[in-house]
Each structure stands twice: as structure tokens, then as C-alpha cells.
């Protein structure tokens, strides 16, 4: 039988991932001894907290074998290290290092998997950075709008951001428009914010936080459709914590006449299963926000269909683990992909009809 080397890679980093993060910095801190002498040995455990953070993504392209999951990731951490004003070397060192310790750590056969991975994320760092814009329009009402909530959140105050949706809402404004105009251009908007290191990652939270709040607030105008005699389950895969986009996903379909079962972060496949049975859904829709968690769902689709459940529901897929590369949707085994909220009820209804 064939050996299967990705998944050996796979298994063997995860073993060794501490002991691989810190040869990672012990290198990187010989060959630039200057540049992290001031940071100290605080410092020093945050470079082996992050050496470890490159794994998982490194990991999840080569069990693809796609280069452009670590590519996109490497483009990130570019972008993130600008606003910090760390110089490209250290990225780049830090590839090299990563490179170097695992010819070291890992058997000869694994090398021709991962040496290419790491070569396009180095390729990937004399790309040119472009600074990311901002995608709300200030020149409409739903742009002013939008700016004002995101105004309101970074300064903290809640109660401001509460009374600019429902003022909006009880003027007619679309509960759907607040949530694809508003709720979803605002989250983008901080997480550009944030990337640029213009806010902290505690604001960030806040913000996010205070959003999920103020969904909450809008159920009333949600839950009144009238029912189409459809269930739909709605949850992140295992291990993943970011929902307000699945979320979003659920209450789109309340708003168009469908019962739905929200499971939230983090949810197990089989948790998953137990709700498809015991509300006899006809659809599922998944959501994976970070990139290494594509393994994971690719093993919750496959533990679905291989359940009682599996022949009863169409399998819907997205999050921006899935945006990035959105051409190989169908490399998860799904059904269905949609972008964003809307386009899921699009998807949901021909996969149904």
C-alpha cells in the first residue's frame, strides 16, 4: 500500500510542533541576533508562539497540495508585519528557519512535499503589499450609515450602535440590507482596521462582540416569515470559533420562511449528525474561517455522508477558508458553495427545489 506522506507530515509536525517552533526562533535568533536583542525573553516566547502559528497553515497546503493556502497566509502576515513595522526579513528568516529545521526533523521521503509549500510562501514575500481599502461608500446613505455604526463600536459605546440600526430598521431600512451592508462591511472594515495595526485586538473583539449583541436585537423582525416547510442545520466546524458569518447564514434563512437549527462554533461532527437526524433537515450549511481547519471540515463532510443522515441532506460549505480558493469548492465533497449570505439561499433553494 502506497504511503500517504502528507498525512505522515501531517501527524509527525503535530507531534513535534513545540520542539519544531522553538529550533524555528533558535536559529532565527543566531542568524539575526541584533534585530530581537531589545524584545527580550518575553519576546522570544512570543516568536515561538508565532513560529508555532506558521504550522497548521503550512500543514493544511501540503494535505491539499496547494500552494496558495500558504501563499495567502504569507501575504497576511506581510501585511500584519508592515503595520508593525517589521521589516520583510524577518518573515523571510523565519520561512528559511522553518524550512531548514524541518529537513532536519523530518525523514528525507517528506521533504519534496513541504520544500515547494515553503518556497511559494518565500516567492509570496516579493510580492508587493497593497494596502487594503476600505469597501464602504461614504457617498450613500447605507455607506453613512455603516461609518457611523463602525464609530460608534470603536469608541465603545454599544448603546450608540444599537439605536443606529433599530432607528434604521423602524425607517424601513431591509434587515437584510443592515446585515450585508452593514453588519457584514463593518466586520471587514475592523478586520482591516486591525490588520493595519489600527486598533488593538481587544477593540477588534469588542466590536465584534457588540455586533453579535445587536443581531440578537433584530429577532423580532427575523422571526415572522412565513414557514416554507424547510429545516437547515448551521455550524462551524470543529475547533473553529469565528460564527458571526454562519450566523448571518442562519438568520438569512429564517428570514426566508425556513426553520433552522444553529449549532454555532465549534461544533463536532457528530453533535452535527445528531441535529441533521433529530430535525429531519434537508440542509447543512458548514463554515470554516481559518485555513487549517479545511482538513476538518473535508472530515466532517465525509463522517455526514457516511451517517444515517448522509443520504437526506445537501451539504453547503463556506467561510473564508473556502472564499480563498473558491474554484475548488468541490474538492470538500459538498453539494453546494456560497460566498456569502444570500447566495446561500440561492444555493439552498435550487439544491431543494
Known amino acids: 500500500m502506497e504511503t500517504n506522506l502528507p498525512k505522515q507530515f501531517e501527524i509527525l509536525v503535530q507531534q513535534q510542533s513545540a ?29 515561538v508562539r508565532d513560529a508555532g502559528y506558521h504550522l497548521p497553515f503550512l500543514t493544511e497546503a501540503v494535505m491539499a497540495n496547494d500552494p496558495r493556502v500558504f501563499k495567502d497566509y504569507v501575504a497576511w502576515v506581510k501585511t500584519l508585519f508592515k503595520g508593525l513595522n517589521f521589516p520583510d526579513s524577518v518573515m523571510i528568516t523565519t520561512l528559511k528557519c522553518t524550512k531548514e ?19 511559494a510562501g518565500l516567492s509570496q514575500m516579493n510580492e508587493q503589499v497593497h494596502e487594503q481599502q476600505s469597501a464602504i461608500d461614504p457617498t450613500t446613505s447605507i ?42 462591511k463593518s466586520q471587514y472594515e475592523i478586520g482591516r482596521l486591525w490588520l493595519s495595526n489600527q486598533i488593538s485586538v481587544a477593540v ?7 455586533t453579535q449583541s445587536i443581531m440578537s436585537q433584530l429577532y423580532p423582525f427575523i422571526f415572522t416569515t412565513q414557514r416554507v416547510g424547510k429545516t437547515m442545520v448551521a455550524a462551524c466546524v470543529g475547533g473553529e470559533l469565528h460564527e458571526i458569518g454562519i450566523r448571518m447564514v442562519a438568520d438569512f434563512f429564517e428570514m426566508d420562511g425556513w426553520d433552522t437549527y444553529y449549532l454555532g462554533a465549534n461544533s463536532p461532527a457528530n453533535s452535527i449528525i445528531k441535529a441533521i437526524e433529530s430535525n429531519n433537515a434537508q440542509v447543512v450549511a ?30 453547503m460549505i463556506g467561510g473564508h477558508a473556502v472564499n480563498t480558493t473558491r474554484d475548488d469548492w468541490r474538492s470538500f465533497n459538498a453539494d453546494g458553495y456560497a460566498p456569502n449570505a444570500q447566495e446561500a439561499i440561492e444555493v439552498a ?3 431543494t427545489a
Open 19 to 47: 520542539t519544531i517552533a522553538e529550533k524555528i526562533v533558535e536559529l532565527q535568533y543566531r542568524l539575526q541576533p541584533e534585530f530581537w536583542k531589545p524584545y527580550g525573553s518575553e519576546g522570544r516566547m512570543i516568536s
Open 101 to 119: 529545521v524541518l529537513q532536519e526533523v523530518l525523514p528525507n521521503e517528506l521533504h519534496p512535499i513541504f520544500e515547494p509549500i515553503i518556497d
Open 143 to 184: 455607506g453613512l450609515l455603516t461609518q457611523s455604526y463602525i464609530n460608534s463600536l470603536l469608541k465603545g459605546n454599544r448603546h450608540s450602535a444599537s439605536k443606529l440600526i433599530m432607528e434604521a430598521v423602524e425607517k424601513g431600512v431591509p434587515v437584510k440590507t443592515i446585515y450585508m451592508e452593514v453588519f457584514q
Open 204 to 210: 477588534e473583539h469588542f466590536c465584534s462582540a457588540a
Open 286 to 315: 458548514l463554515s470554516a474561517a481559518m485555513p487549517f481547519h479545511r482538513q476538518l471540515m473535508r472530515e466532517t463532510i465525509s463522517k455526514i455522508q457516511q451517517s444515517n443522515a448522509g443520504s437526506n441532506v445537501k451539504i
Open 349 to 351: 433553494n435550487k439544491l
